[in-house]
């Protein structure tokens, strides 16, 4: 049995996927299929160092949710709230590096819209919103340092290159719920795994 609240990312369990993306571009393309398998009411955590390259993903998840507004680092907002254009889940895009109180003060956004019937993402929220959901998905982004770098992005420029790693915690994740990132996107690869 999962532990729900763990406040220890498991992305780096058996199950983690673990992929290369080797340009912005590539790590819209991955927000693309990510939101292939999001449902409404999941909880994405992403983490990474600063640039590391989570609103860029958040930005391909938005794109492919069909939600309205663009999607930005928001400087002086906490959260915001992009409805759907096409009937489906709203997303949630919450950026917790000042969110010091965690779940509570996300409470007091007093956000009006339905979290259950939302996609939530949450850059910087690891120790933060785990309370949300006792389903929730990891996303680490990593700077690849050149030892790290896979055969066949010798080409990407080094500093473009990210290691992702993607897990999920909770019963929603467990299966072949990330199945659908493993397949290499209709207009290319983001990337290999490693
Ligand atoms: N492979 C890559 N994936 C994503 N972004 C990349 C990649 N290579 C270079 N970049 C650049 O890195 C920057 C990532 O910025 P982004 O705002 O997405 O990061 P962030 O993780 O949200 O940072 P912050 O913690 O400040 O919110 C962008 O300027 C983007 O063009
Ligand atoms: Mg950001």
Do not use: N
């Not at 290369?20 to 983490?47: F, I, K």
């Not at 400087?75 to 489906?88: D, K, M, N, Y």
């Not at 990593?142 to 080409?155: F, I, K, Q």
Request: glycine content about 16%.
């Amino acid at each position: 049995m999962e532990t729900p609240h763990t406040r220890t990312a498991p992305v780096s369990g058996p199950d983690a996927l673990r992929l290369t993306v080797d340009s912005p571009e590539a790590m819209r393309r991955l927000g693309l299929r990510l939101a292939g398998v999001l449902r409404p009411g999941d909880l994405v955590l992403l983490s990474g160092e600063l640039g590391a390259g989570k609103t860029t993903l958040t930005r391909g998840l938005g794109e492919g949710l069909g939600v309205r507004g663009a999607v930005t680092s928001p400087t002086f907002v906490i959260a915001r709230v992009h409805p759907s254009l096409t009937g489906g889940p709203a997303l949630v895009h919450v950026d917790a590096y000042r969110l010091a109180g965690g779940l509570d003060e996300m409470e007091d956004l007093d956000l009006d819209v339905s979290l259950p019937d939302s996609v939530v993402v949450v850059e910087w929220g690891d120790g933060k919103v785990e309370e949300l959901s006792a389903d929730r998905l990891h996303v680490r982004i990593d700077r690849a340092t050149g030892d790290e770098l896979p055969a066949g992005v010798a080409d990407a420029d080094v500093d473009d290159v990210r290691l992702v790693t993607v897990g999920g915690v909770g019963e929603r994740w467990s299966g072949g719920a990330l199945d659908g990132l493993r397949e290499r996107g209709a207009e290319g690869a983001y990337g290999q795994e490693g």
